[in-house]
Nanobody, 124 residues
Framework: QVQLVESGGGLVQAGGSLRLSCVASGRTFRSYAMGWFRQAPGKEREFVSAIRWSGGSTYYADSVKGRFTISGENAKNTVYLQMNSLKPEDTAVYYC?????????????????WGQGTQVTVSS
């Protein structure tokens, strides 16, 4: 059984920073990519960022480019999301996902495993 566990969420003022972490565990777990999505109340889950282990390519939603940075360690099945210059519109539950089949990292339904989510709240 594969488990993804996120941590690092919390309450921060606008302009502040948070660092999210996600660790995947489970026997023979391997992924081609790991990513972050977020879901605000009443909205659909949306892509935030992803990293493809082969080649280290990173991807970002336009709304977070220049503010968020994704990084990780494939050997440790760990991915991080450094979030700077946070805005109230970044408020959401952030989910970590793992994708095993080299499909598009931008589509939530392509991810095989998900964490339980961590709440990020940015006050104005």
């Amino acid at each position: 059984q594969v488990q993804l566990v996120e941590s690092g969420g919390g309450l921060v003022q606008a302009g502040g920073s948070l660092r999210l972490s996600c660790v995947a565990s489970g026997r023979t777990f391997r992924s081609y990519a790991m990513g972050w999505f977020r879901q605000a109340p009443g909205k659909e889950r949306e892509f935030v960022s992803a990293i493809r282990w082969s080649g280290g390519s990173t991807y970002y939603a336009d709304s977070v480019k220049g503010r968020f940075t994704i990084s990780g360690e494939n050997a440790k099945n760990t991915v991080y999301l450094q979030m700077n210059s946070l805005k109230p519109e970044d408020t959401a539950v952030y989910y970590c996902g793992a994708e095993r089949s080299s499909r598009s990292v931008f589509i939530a339904s392509n991810y095989d495993y998900w964490g339980q989510g961590t709440q990020v709240t940015v006050s104005s």
